[in-house]
């Protein structure tokens, strides 16, 4: 690992769990990409990214999750944090330590949030404009930039084109997984044409009963797909949609991670502690929006 420097400032950023609360695929462009339609929003857990000045570039991995990133040689921090020095021009580099919270390869955006935060972190370190942040995070991966946003947002294109999200009420979510890592690009691939299109939205929602009900009429078009791949998600998906005070039970992204919309943060703590302890599993809000989102 390289030297740190003790007086350096550490710089830390929180990279918060994405949830898809609804994800239709609207087409498939020649380059094999899915358009989407997604509503996106982030959880009150994650990962949390550190960076201080240094010599070269390296990355310290810890934390519970931290087991499903062993023997990976490219972790996407690393890549995010080179490509934002290139583009830049920044001749400085960075150690940058990671805390794996959330599960690897779950569909709460993991790497991709990770790579943002990295984004986020080394853009105040080097003291940088957010706009180059903003340039890179697409060549990292389709989820980089809403992770990048870290609020409330709707989703288009392959995952590039931001936009508002409908007002939302404050409500609950409760988090789960297995632990059974699924290959997004699988997911994609067993999708074959079951498209729903993109999905018309009201302005708002005054409560979390309204909002479910609504989402519950859309869906995440890869969650029969990933069924397919890793039939344990359907049982993870009962018991969410069983707890009590649950609104809506549904995938986030290419999955596994299912989740379910609960009337508040304290129903949805108390909930998650219902399911199986061997499960990845947490409930409680949303995560606060960024003082200066990017
Ligand atoms: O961009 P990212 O590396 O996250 O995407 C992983 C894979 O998921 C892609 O290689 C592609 O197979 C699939 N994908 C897709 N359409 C998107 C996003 C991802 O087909 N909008």
Not at 96 to 124: C, F, Q
Not at 127 to 136: G, K, L, S, T
Request: hydrophobic share 55%; charged share 15%.
């Amino acid at each position: 690992m390289a030297r740190r420097d003790a007086a350096a400032p550490v710089i830390r950023e929180a990279a918060p769990a994405k949830v898809n609360l609804f994800l239709q695929v609207a087409g498939r462009r020649p380059d094999g990409y899915h358009l989407l339609d997604s509503l996106v929003v982030f959880a009150a857990v994650g990962d949390v990214v550190s960076a201080t000045s240094a010599p070269d570039f390296s990355l310290a991995i810890a934390g519970d999750e931290a087991p499903g990133l062993i023997g990976e040689d490219d972790n996407l921090v690393l890549r995010a944090a080179r490509a934002l020095a290139a583009a830049a021009g920044v001749g400085q580099c960075a150690a940058l330590h990671l805390e794996k919270a959330l599960p690897v390869a779950s569909g709460i955006g993991g790497g991709s949030a990770d790579a943002a935060a990295a984004l986020r972190a080394l853009t105040r370190l080097w003291d940088i404009p957010e706009e180059v942040a903003r340039r890179v995070a697409p060549q990292l991966g389709a989820d980089v930039p809403a992770c990048l946003v870290g609020h409330p947002l709707r989703m288009t294109g392959i995952g590039e084109m931001i936009g508002p999200a409908p007002a939302l009420p404050e409500f609950g979510l409760v988090l789960a997984n297995l632990r059974v890592p699924v290959a997004t690009p699988d997911v994609f691939r067993r999708l074959a044409g079951r498209f729903s299109g993109p999905a018309r939205l009201p302005e708002g929602w005054a409560d979390p009963a309204a909002m479910a009900a609504d989402l519950a009429r859309l869906s995440n078009d890869l969650e029969a797909p990933a069924i397919e791949s890793c039939p344990a998600i359907a049982p993870v998906l009962a018991a969410l949609a069983a707890l009590p005070g649950a609104l809506l039970a549904r995938m986030s992204g290419s999955g596994a991670t299912c989740f379910a919309i609960m009337p508040d943060a304290s129903s949805a703590a108390r909930a998650a502690a219902l399911l199986p302890a061997s499960w990845w599993r947490w409930g409680g809000g949303l995560a606060a929006p960024p003082a200066a989102p990017l």
